[in-house]
């Protein structure tokens, strides 16, 4: 086996996939197994193309700040692999550059469709009886990947969410007049990040008043009862909204001109606009929508230190893992306790997580399917806990410079 390593990043950005980074750069160089880790660029695609940079000589200052800094740092990618049986020129191509560069364990920090990777590539090495170690560190903010008990980048966006929707509060109980503000969330088939909505909520503030998740119907008739029924307690109302939302038939809310990327996922934007539309018509009163779109994917300067400290340690796992021998893996977090918070790292095979996902569970979501209940409350509110000391410079937020993505 080679004694080098090359570690990579794909999918979307989020406040904690950097910190995952700093866990694999910092145990490589720890490490009495493995020697240089190369950092791909791009993804899978800079393993193709032979696009690597040393990340063995990073001090330790440089890997403190990186797991700090948001978004990523090795870029991204968002590259599906060919079923191997009817295309196998790819990995051949990608087995041949783990040759070259002397590789023994391959790192690729991602969302679900990078699990698919991981899986082709691990089935593959064993078609061909190759040495190499590929393993799966989970990262993206719709925590929608199974066994894992949430993913890493999921509690930094929650946190942004909640404080973003508490501030959307403060900003509309000013004004004297009836209200609907519709926050739309990113979320297309799971509702985790609308349901993080919830811990805005405090002793004053019911707000968000009303929570609709994709795991369950949207009806626009009950959803104009659910509005009339809020004005009867309040003046301002706050909805938050899943992307996603769908009606029985499960036709998109406003997905008429909905796209498809490359893994066959649709591309949603508009739900909130939407409703904005029907409540001006139907109810009349002041309305507005407001897309938090991809502000939380990188928002570091709220993110969860929690979710930093466990986005280290599963990139760190990886790294062990496989120097005791495990492949075809993607490292994961058990909950052992929601109050204290306790967990573990572990690791599960890539092949059973790759292309599924884990939505909101039903029992979750009240019986009106326009709230969430005490047991999400107590699942997410753990996540969220804790604050980052940032650098700034000028008042601004500083973080690593990333020249070599920059064209």
């Known amino acids: 086996m080679g004694r080098n390593c090359i570690v990579a990043q794909s999918g979307g950005p989020t406040a904690a996939i950097n910190a995952s980074l700093a866990g694999v750069i910092s145990a490589v160089k720890a490490s009495e197994n493995y020697d240089k880790l190369y950092g791909a660029i791009h993804g899978i695609q800079g393993v193709l193309r032979k696009n690597f940079m040393d990340l063995s000589e990073l001090d330790e200052d440089f890997i403190e700040r990186l ?11 968002r590259f599906k692999l060919p079923d191997m049986n009817e295309d196998e020129g790819p990995y051949k191509e990608i087995f041949e550059v783990f040759e070259e560069y002397s ?7 991602g969302g679900n469709d990078s699990m698919d990777t991981v899986a082709k590539l691990s089935a593959y090495a064993e078609k061909i009886g190759s040495g190499i170690r590929i393993a799966g560190i989970p990262k993206t903010i719709d925590n929608d990947l199974l066994v894992t008990d949430h993913t890493p980048g999921y509690g930094s966006a929650a946190k942004y969410i909640a404080s973003s929707i508490r501030e959307i509060a403060y900003d509309t109980y000013i004004y004297d007049v009836k209200s609907v503000t519709i926050v739309e969330i990113m979320g297309r088939d799971a509702g985790w990040l609308t349901a993080a909505s919830v811990l805005a909520r405090n002793e004053f503030s019911e707000a968000p008043h009303l929570i609709y998740l994709p795991e369950v119907n949207f009806d626009k008739d009950q959803f104009i009862k659910d ?4 004005f009867e307690k309040h003046k301002n ?5 899943s992307e996603g939302i769908h009606d029985k038939d499960g036709n998109y809310i406003a997905a008429s001109t909905a796209k498809e990327d490359k893994f066959g996922h649709a591309q949603l934007s508009g739900a909130g606009k939407a409703l ?3 409540v001006k018509e139907e109810l009349g009163v002041k309305v507005r929508s407001v897309e938090i779109n991809v502000l939380q994917r990188a928002a570091g300067h709220m993110a969860s230190k929690t979710d930093l400290e466990e986005s280290i340690s599963l990139g760190s796992s990886a790294v062990s893992f496989t120097e005791a021998g495990e492949t075809g893996f993607m490292t994961v977090i058990k909950r052992l306790s929601d109050e204290p918070y306790i967990y573990e790292i572990d690791f599960s095979d890539v092949s059973k997580i790759a292309n599924e996902a884990k939505g909101v569970p039903v029992s979750w979501i009240n019986e009106a399917g326009n709230d969430v209940t005490d047991e999400l409350i107590a699942y997410v509110s753990p996540l969220v806990e804790g604050e980052v000391d940032g ?7 500083d973080y690593v ?7």
């Open 67 to 77: 797991s700090v800094t948001p978004a990523m740092y090795l870029g991204s990618c």
């Open 103 to 109: 590789i023994g364990a391959f790192f690729y920090i």
């Open 227 to 230: 509005l009339e029924h809020e």
């Open 237 to 241: 109302i706050i909805v938050a909204v």
């Open 276 to 278: 904005e539309y029907l």
């Open 391 to 397: 650098y700034y410079k000028n008042g601004i937020v």
């Open 401 to 407: 410079p990333i020249p070599h993505l920059v064209k």
